[in-house]
């Protein structure tokens, strides 16, 4: 059986785009092998955070993960601050990295652009992402492209601390999502859907009501034309609408483009909302039923103590190959 590896920081919402692109493949891991989900709040405070708000993001996304399909009986789902081999592991796989690697990361350089004070951990994150993922034997990492130079000095740093060390971690693959994973704003389709959208109209969000997810897609820029085609060149506003579509149903792109043959883009736009509403109705009504229950800590400690059994052997081998401490 593989071991899959997945975290995600609590950054509070959830849109449209992080659902398709992660939360609703991540429970097809169940069936392939021991899957592993982490919510990784140590990462969220790279940034300055509000105590209460950042608890509170935790939760909901603890409650999203079950609610998008989640089994804790079938998978492990944790908080990463109640493990502390994460930052143990985390200070070893410092030990093996250079600055010059960590500098050259493209999102410390995106979010350290222009700041008069930078957070020393903005830099050094990647090596608490690699010890995330490298203390649980992990063969298997779904991210989205975002995240694949992160993956990418993560086996790295493993390959390098097993060169200096002895064999200690497995070495994980890169598992690109299928489908779904370049969602575009509904405002404007060249760029990705994002949470931190100032217009509102842009982003569908996981917990919108189904009125809002209407008047949103209802309002989604395409063209003049009146034909559903599938060209993002020449037609992009009309293609992510139809990625979305096909992305949520399952069904493949030319075969919902074929469904709208003859239609005009106001039948177009209400059958991609009327797809989206049924996908997320019985995820928001799972959430409500979760967020406040104490069913949901049961799981996250249940979670974190099936981690902590897992994470501590293997701090407990790196502090072994790297002489550290009295035992051999």
């Not at 991540?26 to 940034?47: K, L």
């Not at 079950?66 to 908080?79: E, Q, R, W």
Request: with cysteine; charged share 25%; aromatic share 6%.
């Amino acid at each position: 059986m593989k071991n899959i590896f997945s975290g995600v920081q609590p950054t509070g919402v959830i849109t449209l785009g992080n659902y398709l692109g992660a939360f609703k493949q991540f429970p097809t891991f169940q069936e392939q092998g021991n899957t592993v989900y982490c919510i990784v709040d140590q990462h969220a405070i790279t940034v300055q955070q509000d105590p209460k708000e950042l608890r509170e993001n935790i939760r909901k996304l603890a409650a999203t993960y079950l609610a998008t399909g989640i089994d804790p009986n079938k998978s492990t789902l944790f908080i990463q601050s109640e493990v502390p081999a994460h930052a143990q592991a985390a200070w070893m796989m410092q030990c093996v990295a250079s600055i010059g690697e960590l500098e050259r990361m493209t999102q410390f350089k995106d979010k350290s652009d222009g700041k008069d004070m930078v957070s020393a951990a903005l830099l050094t994150y990647p090596p608490l992402m690699a010890a995330d993922i490298l203390l649980y034997n992990t063969n298997i990492v779904p991210v989205g492209e975002d995240q694949k130079q992160h993956l990418e000095l993560t086996r790295d740093l493993a390959e390098r601390f097993n060169k200096r060390y002895g064999e200690t971690f497995v070495i994980p693959d890169i598992q690109l999502p299928k489908a779904g994973a370049r969602i575009k704003s509904l405002q404007d389709p060249l760029k990705k859907m994002s949470k931190s959208d100032p217009n509102a109209k842009a982003t569908i969000k996981l917990l919108d009501t189904p009125k809002q997810i209407e008047k949103k897609i209802k309002s989604a820029v395409t063209d003049s034309e009146g034909i559903v085609a599938f060209d993002v060149d020449n037609k992009p506003g009309v293609s992510n609408l139809l990625t979305i579509e096909s992305a949520i149903s399952g069904v493949a792109i030319q075969d919902v483009v074929a469904k709208y043959e003859g239609l005009g883009y106001g039948a177009f736009k209400a059958g991609v909302a009327e797809a989206v509403i049924a996908d997320l109705s019985p995820v928001q009504e799972r959430f409500n039923a979760l967020i406040h229950s104490a069913e949901l800590d049961h799981i996250l400690d249940e979670g974190a103590a099936k981690a902590n059994a897992i994470a501590s052997k293997t701090v407990q081998r790196m502090e072994a190959a790297m002489g550290l401490g009295r035992k051999r």
